[in-house]
């Protein structure tokens, strides 16, 4: 198995630090740079250029939010899937079964959260 050392992951730090450095420079710059130009009806509240109307409190199911919940999590946990198909390639050939194994855990895992979720009828609408 290969080792590796702290200095592997220095590229990765450079890239994050570029990243992390692009964002807050376009942010400070935009902020500095932009013009600041305020008035009665350009601080209104415009909702795709038409005038809002009522309260913007209006009660939501929560039938919404935990199908918007479940989808993230279930995403993430699909996600997860595809990097360990990819890069455990080799380790399968040394490992075989142990690895193969886990993601059976993995997937019996997310499986027993989905039939929780349906049991449980919160995909249910009415």
């Known amino acids: 198995m290969k080792q590796y050392f702290p200095s592997d992951y220095l590229p990765l730090l450079v890239q994050f630090s570029a990243a992390a450095a692009f964002v807050v420079v376009t942010m400070i710059a935009t902020h500095l740079l932009g013009p600041k130009r305020n008035s009665k009806v350009k601080d209104a509240a415009w909702e795709c250029g038409i005038e809002a109307k009522g309260d ?24 997860f899937m595809y990097p360990w198909a990819v890069n455990f390639k080799e380790l ?9 194994v886990e993601m059976l855990l993995f997937m019996a895992l997310l499986l027993a959260g989905f039939y929780y979720v349906i049991k449980k009828g919160v995909l249910k609408w009415e």
Request: cysteine-free; aromatic content about 18%; glycine content about 4%.
């Open 56 to 79: 913007a409190r209006t009660p939501i199911s929560i039938k919404y939010f935990l199908t918007a919940i479940l989808f993230v999590l279930f995403d993430i946990e699909v996600i």
């Open 92 to 100: 399968f050939r040394e490992m075989g079964s142990v690895i193969f």
